[in-house]
């Protein structure tokens, strides 16, 4: 989990970033990947970072009731204004607000939100959160030990990252971020999740898929 200094950071560059969202409301090819592993229990879901709202907006379609938390107040701000009042939009830090709801959810989606805390935790504070039966669907960014590949896959994301102020503002975000390996994701959701599904996808993502028993 970051620091306070840390959680400010990251609060203060995605309430610029939310100024900057396209109106456009697409999905690129992983998060329609993801939403195609929702279970076949469809009561209760949370999205955990859910910026403007565009994953929450397809789970409030296939759910009873949605729950979508960011940390930022610029982000959630800007869902509001772009989906019905269907779903519950609450500007929360992850871990507080898992905490205080142990054994909700049928279903819980995040994605690219991960990275900003420490994995084992955040598996950990999702997995009490699930009911008996639920899912976990992640997806989030990877490192790979070639630096050849990373800057391939990075050009590539940001050709299709628009406009050109976006693609900085989320630069200006990111240049200083690290992402785990591969392996060190395995090893997170074999001690958090076990028989947790971990993929390793193309433009340096990965996803865990793991029903809790």
Not at 157 to 180: D, Q, S, V
Request: proline share 4%; aromatic share 8%; glycine share 6%.
């Amino acid at each position: 989990m970051p620091t306070t200094s840390s959680s400010n950071e990251i609060r203060s560059d995605f309430d610029a970033i939310a100024t900057l969202m396209p109106r456009r409301d697409r999905l690129g090819p992983h998060e329609a990947w993801l939403l195609r592993q929702l279970p076949t229990r469809r009561g209760t879901a949370i999205e955990i970072g859910c910026g403007v709202g565009n994953v929450a907006r397809r789970l409030a379609g296939a759910f009873d009731d949605v729950v979508a938390i960011d940390l930022s107040s610029g982000m959630i701000d800007e869902a509001k204004r772009r989906m019905s009042s269907s779903i519950e939009l609450v500007c929360a830090d992850m871990f507080d607000w898992l905490r205080r709801h142990p054994g909700t959810y049928d279903c819980i989606v995040t994605i690219s939100t991960l990275h900003h805390v420490d994995l084992s935790a955040a598996l950990r504070a999702m997995a009490l959160a699930l009911k008996p039966g639920g899912r976990l669907l992640v997806l989030d960014l990877l490192s790979r030990r070639n630096p050849a590949v990373n800057a391939v896959a990075l050009a590539l994301g940001f050709r299709f990252t628009t406009p050109w102020k976006l693609r900085r503002a989320y630069w200006r975000h990111g240049r200083n971020e690290t992402y785990l390996t591969i392996g060190e994701v395995e090893r997170a959701a074999r001690e958090q999740l076990p028989g947790a599904h971990v993929r390793a996808h193309l433009l340096f993502r990965y996803s865990i898929v793991w029903d809790k028993r």
